[in-house]
């Protein structure tokens, strides 16, 4: 099973629509969720940080971490074409030293917001 | 606020040179700094991170090396490029370990 399960898509929705992004997790040890957006041929721009369960809103995206089901989300309301990008979410743990924190990506998931 | 460079944007190589990629960083110092790969259905690999000055600590054993020679200085290097190596390479940094990374545009390298 691998640690980080991510939807590769591809996403397509129509302009103004709720967007859902989400991705499963096997390790309960991780502590840190982020969500990332990247634009072709660009590098990934974090989008969202959290480190406990619950929902976490900015603007018109919104990070849910449910840690009891391990899974988070990624909510984009008024879906605009400006939207368009591969999502990336990210987790990360202390590892078994205790002096470094193991960051593990999802492949990503690709979404098109049409107008 | 804090900003990272990365150079050049696109790359073109022959198999069996040398490499260079540079990064730097602005605005803050001591930064954690990595190089990630990012390969089309592979998500992204961690090659190098560096804590300091002189301290690389390497994830996957490859045909590449890295160097920090200045505190927000971070060179991805190679002796000997293979066909293997090409890809999106991306430099990140991060102010600790717990902290979120925040990522330069790339280097997208093709070897020929």
């Known amino acids: 099973q691998k640690e980080v399960e991510q939807d590769p898509g591809p996403l397509s929705v129509p302009e103004g629509a709720i967007v859902s992004l989400n991705c499963t997790y096997s390790?309960?040890?991780?502590?840190?969720f982020m969500w990332y957006r990247q634009y072709s041929r660009k590098g990934p721009e974090l989008l969202m940080y959290t480190y406990s369960s619950g929902n976490k809103e900015d603007g018109r995206f919104t990070a849910q971490v449910d840690k009891s089901s391990k899974y988070i989300s990624l909510f984009i309301r008024d879906s605009q074409p400006s939207d368009s990008a591969t999502y990336l979410c990210a987790m990360s743990l202390r590892d078994s030293g205790g002096s470094n924190y193991k960051l593990t990506f999802g492949k990503g998931t690709l979404l098109t917001v049409n107008p | 606020s804090q900003t990272i460079h990365q150079w050049p944007a696109t790359l073109v190589q022959p198999v069996g040179s040398p490499l260079s990629l540079e990064c730097t960083v602005e605005?803050?110092?001591?930064?954690?700094l990595y190089w990630y790969r990012q390969a089309a259905g592979r998500g992204l690999q961690l090659l190098f991170y560096?804590?300091?000055?002189?301290?690389i600590s390497s994830e996957v054993p490859q045909n590449l090396s890295a160097s920090r020679p200045q505190d927000r200085q971070f060179i991805l290097s190679s002796k000997k490029l293979l066909l293997s190596d090409s890809g999106f390479y991306l430099c990140?940094?991060?102010?600790?370990?717990?902290?979120?990374?925040?990522f330069g545009n790339g280097t997208r390298l093709t070897v020929t």
């Open positions: 605005g803050t110092s001591n930064p954690n």
């Open positions: 990140a940094w991060s102010y600790s370990y717990n902290s979120p990374l925040h």
């Open positions: 390790n309960s040890a991780f502590q840190y």
């Open positions: 560096s804590v300091g000055i002189g301290q």
